[in-house]
Every structure is written in C-alpha cells, then in structure tokens.
C-alpha cells in the first residue's frame, strides 16, 4: 500500500474543558489509525492567541499529528473536521522530503537555542 507522510494542524474552541479537548484529539487520531494510518507524532500545542477571531473567538487549542497515511484517508479525515463543531481550522498537508528532514532535526532538538552565555 502506497503511503506518504502529512501533518495535520487543527484549532478547537476554547471553551472546551481539558477532558473534552482531549476526546476531540482521541476522536481524530482514531479515524487516522482506524483507517490504517501510522501515528509518527503528535503535538499538544496548547492554547495560543489567533491572528483574527474565528467565530467571535480570540484563542484556540492547537494540536499538531504527524502521520503516514495513504492518500485517500486524507478527505476522510477533512470531512469529520468538518462535521465536528468544535473544530475551527485545520490544514493538512503531505510533506515532502525536505519537510520530513526538517520534521526530525525538530523532533530531536536541533533548533533549540544555544544555552551559551552572552559576551558583550
């Protein structure tokens, strides 16, 4: 079976409780694993301001996924975004090799800045 790697970024409402954010999250990666996806890794972003109000709504809950998934489970998984009302964006997208490198030097730190002291 052929698979290529994406990531998923989706923003729930805010006024979710912590348990109700996390059954969203699980609901998400169950359709991914459900229809044969492999969960690489995932990203609890946490509550971040928005560029603009989306739904007279000012903050949202980031959560990133990172998986390998044949390219038709994509549009399963953008329908459920759509049908759940507790999702206010989300982006899909296949990475490439150069995203996928990048994606690995993140993972294990390589962009963290230096704790070297500061010379004047």
């Known amino acids: 079976m052929f698979q290529n790697q994406y990531e998923t970024v989706f923003i729930l409402t805010p006024v979710l409780s912590d348990a109700q954010m996390k059954d969203a999250?699980?609901?998400?990666?169950?359709?991914?694993?459900?229809?044969?996806a492999e969960i690489l890794n995932e990203e609890a972003w946490g509550l971040k301001k928005l560029a603009y109000p989306i739904q007279h709504k000012t903050t949202g809950y980031y959560q990133l996924v990172e998986f390998?998934?044949?390219?038709?489970?994509?549009?399963?998984?953008?329908?459920?975004y759509k049908r759940d009302e507790r999702v206010l964006r989300f982006l899909t997208t296949k990475l490439d090799k150069h995203a996928i490198e990048y994606?690995?030097?993140?993972?294990?730190?390589?962009f963290k800045k230096s704790e070297a002291p500061v010379t004047e």
Do not use: H
Not at 103 to 110: D, N
């Open 25 to 36: 999250v699980d609901k998400f990666k169950s359709v991914l694993a459900d229809n044969g």
């Open 68 to 80: 390998k998934a044949d390219p038709k489970l994509i549009a399963t998984l953008e329908t459920e």
């Open 103 to 110: 994606s690995e030097r993140r993972k294990k730190g390589g």
